[in-house]
């Protein structure tokens, strides 16, 4: 896993204090090397200075600390990433992009017309929930369940390459607080 996205998963609260030494371990794996990453993956769970070495670890790499919001759109390009290259089922990175947008960006702020517009992704939301009607027995479809999954996992591939060649631009628009 990238550094960044997983100092990002800490800033949302999904990673703790006791996960940073083994993202310290895998980023010096990664040959990322600095004094304080290599002290910081030393360190047990619970230790008390492993903020410390966080922060002494981003300075050494040139980075800071991301924002929420800067948190929560690694994480999405990171997701779309994985979507694009297989590494992960689409309906599941879609799935995991959806909540993560609803839990950690405030949309609302920067929209415009309508809620998610500011993202441009009304069609991954629309599969999100065409995904769950066609995994729900009590919808009734014309075709084929297993046709429209198999469809829309390749729709989700599509779109997260089009979110892909725009998240540059997104970045800028949320940083304009």
């Known amino acids: 896993m990238d550094f960044l996205v997983g100092i990002s998963y800490y800033v949302l609260g999904i990673y703790t204090n006791n996960d940073l030494p083994r993202l310290a371990y895998d980023a010096l794996a990664d ?10 993956a ?23 600390m991301p924002t929420e919001t800067e948190a929560a759109l690694n994480i999405i390009e990171s997701y779309i990433k994985q979507i694009i290259h297989g590494d992960i089922d689409p309906e599941i990175g879609n799935s995991t992009l959806i909540n993560i947008i609803n839990r950690h960006l405030d949309v609302h702020k920067y929209s415009k017309v309508y809620t998610w517009d500011v993202l441009g992704i009304e069609k991954l939301e629309g599969l999100y929930y065409y995904m769950d009607d066609l ?10 369940r297993e046709i429209g999954i198999v469809q829309c996992k390749k729709d989700i591939i599509f779109e997260s390459n089009a979110l892909l060649s725009r998240i540059e631009e997104i970045k800028k628009q949320f940083r304009k607080e």
Not at 42 to 64: F, H, N, P, Q, V
Not at 135 to 144: E, H, I, Q, V, Y
């Open 135 to 144: 995994r729900n027995p009590s919808c009734l479809f014309t075709k084929s």
């Open 31 to 40: 040959n990322l090397n600095t004094p304080s990453l290599t002290i910081l």
């Open 42 to 64: 030393g360190l047990r769970d619970g230790a008390w200075d492993i903020e410390t070495y966080l922060k002494r670890s981003l300075l050494e790499l040139g980075l800071s």
